[in-house]
């Protein structure tokens, strides 16, 4: 065997093992997008259901083109080669202009997705048959452990959050610091709602109760310019 084959079959074989990590990761995707799909603490949160298809559908593609890359090496087929490079250029090509529109209009999702939120907040438990919207930026603050678009002020007033003609201010349980309390009334309150949405009977028990906390108590607030806990610093550092 020639030097130059010897190099062609270290490719083709160096070829076929990449492609088969890829196959297994593009497994592993899927597999994990379906788990979210069909878990049922995740299906009273849209945006994860938007989540687990997207990454199954990923996962898919991932599994497809590793499949052509390692038949293709194997076999050394030339149409199925150049149908994987292709796919890949076409990948490339297309992480390139996504990137390039994310960064030049960035500004403008921004302010499309303040008006979205500040819409949410304004409106939020003003109609009990429509809390989508409202329980998946609950979920955001709860994970990101951030209160309010800009800062915890954006809550004070949403009358709902009163109660009882109260003037003082309140924001959701999804505000509140866990870490900084072991109140187990306050935990019960908070955890409950974003981590027991299981099924009709967690919706039921939920649903028609607003779980807030007075704003002067541990909740995530803005401590200087620099350390802001408002979650437009977190979704846009």
């Known amino acids: 065997m020639s030097a130059q084959e010897s190099c062609l079959s270290l490719i083709k074989y160096f070829l076929f093992v990449f492609n088969l990590f890829f196959f297994v990761l593009g497994s592993l995707i899927f ?3 379906i788990w979210i799909l ?3 603490t995740s299906l009273a949160f849209v945006p994860l259901q938007i989540w687990s298809k997207v990454l ?3 996962g898919v593609f991932t599994m497809g083109l590793a499949l052509l890359g390692c038949v293709g090496a194997l076999k050394e087929l030339r149409c ?3 149908l994987y490079f292709g796919m890949l250029l076409l990948l490339f090509a297309t992480q390139i202009t996504l990137g390039i529109l994310i960064s030049t209009q960035r500004a403008q999702l921004q302010r499309s997705l303040q008006d979205i939120v500040e819409k949410t907040i304004q409106k939020y438990r003003t109609n009990p048959e429509e809390t989508a919207a409202e329980e998946s930026w609950d979920y955001v603050q709860f994970q990101l452990r951030c ?3 800009h800062s915890p002020q954006d809550w004070f007033q949403v009358l709902t ?5 109260s003037e003082a201010h309140r924001v959701p349980c999804s505000c509140y610091n866990l870490s900084a309390t072991n109140d187990s009334t306050i935990l019960d309150k908070v955890i409950l709602p974003q981590l027991s949405r299981l099924g009709q009977l967690a919706r039921s028990r939920h649903s028609t109760d607003i ?11 803005e401590v200087g310019r620099a350390s802001r806990t408002g979650c437009t610093t977190t979704l846009f550092p």
């Not at 959050?161 to 003609?165: S, V």
């Not at 779980?211 to 607030?221: F, G």
């Open 80 to 82: 199925l080669l150049g």
């Open 211 to 221: 779980c807030a906390v007075p704003a002067n108590s541990h909740i995530y607030r």
């Open 147 to 149: 209160c309010g678009w």
């Open 56 to 58: 199954a559908i990923s």
């Open 31 to 33: 597999c994990f997008g």
């Open 38 to 40: 069909i878990d049922k």
């Open 161 to 165: 959050l009163r109660g009882n003609g």
